[in-house]
């Protein structure tokens, strides 16, 4: 697609659920990243992608969250038992490789309940 | 590990007056780029500095990256409402898995 695709744009859940979170990244971008923006704050960064080397995993929270990149194309980020403070938009980026811009998605603002 | 200061936190200016926010790390940085986050939107890239005192002009935006390629700043001049919005710097680690990092990002508030 022409640009960084994440869905859903919202999701709401109750706390102790799982979700999913998904990222389609620009076709041929080898890097690809997650990150959490909780309201008037930064970008946290959560999980980074490059090729087929071993993930980034150093900004995962805890061990509740966990994200695959499948195929070098898509990614999912799944967070178990959801929390309140879990909710937070987050953000998907690719870049064609780590030296590049990054081209953002428009977030998937989830809210534990 | 490396990390990526910001100042001010955050920034209301009239229209018309000028706006610089800082931005510093903790290493030395590959290249640097800016983003604009409009409220309720994502991060948009702005531009990339890559040279050791680089100066990059965008209209009434100029961008300027240090010497030691450790610091960056953004200057708007005569600033306009559309000009509201968050302002991060960021960019790749230069060890490990050079991961991109952002600043704490500027918050620019402009009254008209």
């Known amino acids: 697609g022409a640009g960084v695709s994440q869905s859903p744009s919202n999701k709401v859940t109750e706390k102790g659920k799982d979700v999913e979170l998904r990222c389609d990244p620009i076709s041929g971008h080898t890097a690809l990243y997650w990150y959490r923006q909780s309201l008037g704050q930064g970008l946290e960064f959560l999980i980074y992608?490059?090729?087929?080397?071993?993930?980034?995993k150093s900004g995962l929270p805890s061990d509740r969250f966990s994200a695959e990149r499948t195929g070098g194309s898509v990614s999912t980020l799944t967070i178990q038992r959801t929390q309140q403070e879990d909710s937070a938009v987050y953000l998907c980026?690719?870049?064609?490789?780590?030296?590049?811009?990054?081209?953002f998605g428009q977030g998937t603002r989830l809210t534990v309940v | 590990g490396q990390q990526v200061m910001q100042i001010p936190q955050y920034q209301h200016v009239q229209e018309g007056e000028d706006f610089t926010t800082y931005c510093n790390s903790s290493t030395t940085l590959s290249n640097i780029q800016w983003y604009k986050q409009r409220p309720g939107g994502h991060p948009v890239f702005l531009i990339q500095?890559?040279?050791?005192?680089e100066v990059k002009k965008q209209k009434r935006l100029t961008f300027q990256f240090g010497e030691a390629k450790k610091n960056s700043s953004l200057h708007i001049t005569a600033t306009q409402t559309t000009d509201v919005g968050t302002y991060f710097c960021?960019?790749?680690?230069?060890?490990?898995?050079?991961?991109?990092?952002f600043g704490t990002g500027t918050r620019l508030k402009v009254l008209a």
């Open positions: 980026a690719s870049t064609p490789d780590h030296l590049n811009a990054a081209f």
């Open positions: 960021g960019g790749p680690t230069t060890s490990g898995t050079y991961k991109y990092i």
């Open positions: 992608f490059q090729g087929n080397s071993a993930p980034d």
């Open positions: 500095l890559v040279k050791s005192g």
